[in-house]
């Protein structure tokens, strides 16, 4: 399988896009190489990990051609960086939401021609892919939403509006009633600016089908989350990562489904007592901000030491699926009321106080069997990084072993967070 793998490349599509095609070019050898040694180089996957290798296959043709077809049927194609936008309504609206964060260091510098360097590696990442013409994604949207999280964002918008139409949602940074007023305002906004696309006023049927859609999405990742918590795990902590990140340009149905086949493999192989390593395997829960693609550092470093991550609690992980939208609204104004309830519940370090987190870390912890917590941040995350310590208290009060990096996508850093990750197995083995 691992020689037969290859990232397909499409440059007739790329050109009609209006990308740097000549540079582009280089980037699905790079990815089919990372892929093979990362990913297909593991002894024993589950079988149904082929569907995920083949939308990996497929990042820059398949699926683009794809939401090439659906954007000339009319449909809104809507970019984001964050999980506070709700794609509910993005789907109800017969559209495609696509998650566009940057996870790659090929674009830093693009970026960084125009914008500080000591800002998130994942938000220079972003802007590079759209100022040098190499993504898809970003060449396709019709638009994209950002948010007002955090300074690194909410400034950077005001640049990339410059490079492709740029809707900004205003997140509150606290959760009191006022603010959920302010944000059930900004939820409304972002219905009529999806609408304005389409031409159409999605409606309460329309809105109860997004839900469902995403619900089940969410759903069928919460299942897949539990079954690796078994000891020994069924699955690797790498390969949960990269369906995470394929959650975000998947097709929802088609993606649900997938997940649900894969569930059904899993439960085969925890009955069978077949894992992806032995149950003595040091087992490591992830916290902290997200692993955009192809950002696949940290797990890579922590399995190949010899253990394995049994939980993201992340944006791309589970602060992105473990809560639902109650299905039951009687009318348009109470979906929207539930879809702000639940997008609400995220607990992204950019509110204040944000102590529900903490209290998730460790329901987290206790729920995937996990042994040590590695608290991941990316460079100049403040938010993050500061609330490392209250986590770090936290997991300190009660013996978890634990343990905060900062990093970015650069390979610099790399010997020695694996020395500094080796001792921490180390420590947990004890
Ligand atoms: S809800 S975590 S997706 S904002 S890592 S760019 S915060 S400096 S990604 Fe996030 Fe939404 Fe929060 Fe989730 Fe800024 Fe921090 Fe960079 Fe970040």
């Not at 399988?1 to 990308?19: I, N, Q, R, T, Y």
């Not at 082929?50 to 970019?79: L, S, W």
């Not at 219905?191 to 839900?211: L, S």
């Not at 991550?309 to 589970?318: D, F, K, L, M, R």
């Amino acid at each position: 399988m691992s020689d037969a793998f290859e990232v397909k490349s499409d440059p007739g599509l790329w050109e009609k896009l209006g990308m740097d095609v000549e540079r582009f070019s280089g980037m699905p050898p790079m990815l089919t190489n990372a892929y093979r040694n990362i990913f297909l180089s593991q002894k024993n996957r589950p079988e149904r990990m082929a569907y995920f290798d083949d939308m990996v296959a497929n990042i820059h043709t398949g699926r683009i051609q794809e939401i090439c077809d659906a954007k000339e049927g009319g449909k809104p194609v809507i970019g984001t960086f964050c999980v506070y936008v709700p794609e509910e309504l993005v789907v109800a609206a017969g559209g495609i939401c696509i998650g566009l964060c940057g996870g790659a260091q090929g674009s830093i510098g693009d970026a960084e021609k125009i914008l500080p360097r000591n800002i998130c590696p994942m938000v220079k990442s972003a802007f590079g892919f759209k100022v040098g013409k190499i993504c898809p994604y970003f060449q396709v949207v019709d638009l994209v939403y950002g948010e007002t999280t955090c300074d690194a964002k909410k400034k950077t918008w005001e640049l990339l509006d410059r490079y492709v139409p740029t809707h900004v949602m205003e997140i509150p940074q606290m959760k009191r009633e006022r603010d959920k007023r302010l944000w059930m305002e900004e939820v409304k906004d972002f219905k009529v600016a999806v609408d304005r696309i389409t031409g159409n006023e999605t409606d309460f049927e329309a809105v109860a089908g997004g839900i469902r859609t995403i619900n089940a999405k969410r759903a069928a990742l919460q299942r897949l989350n539990a079954l690796r918590h078994h000891n020994p795990s069924p699955i690797s902590g790498r390969d949960m990562l990269i369906i995470q990140q394929i959650a975000f340009y998947d097709e929802p149905v088609r993606f649900t489904e997938k997940v649900h086949e894969l569930c059904d493999e899993l439960e085969k192989r925890v009955q069978d007592g077949v894992a992806i390593a032995p149950k003595e395997t040091p087992r490591i829960l992830v916290s902290g901000t997200p692993m955009a693609l192809p950002n696949w550092k940290l797990h890579y470093i922590i399995e190949s030491a010899g253990a394995v991550v049994v939980n993201e609690e992340s944006c791309i992980g589970t602060r992105y699926y473990k809560d639902l939208i109650d299905e039951g609204s009687a009318d348009l104004d109470q979906q929207v009321e539930r879809l702000t309830e639940r997008y609400m519940k995220i607990d992204c370090s950019c509110f204040t106080p944000n102590d529900d987190r903490i209290d998730q870390v460790i329901r987290e912890f206790e729920a995937s069997g996990a042994e040590g917590v590695i608290d991941y941040c990316l460079q100049f995350c403040h938010t993050y990084n500061i609330e490392a310590v209250k986590l770090r208290e936290a997991c300190e009060a009660r013996g978890i072993p634990f343990m905060a990096i900062e990093t970015d996508y650069s390979p610099d850093d790399v010997g020695q967070l694996q020395t500094r990750v080796e001792a921490f197995i180390e420590q947990i083995k004890g």
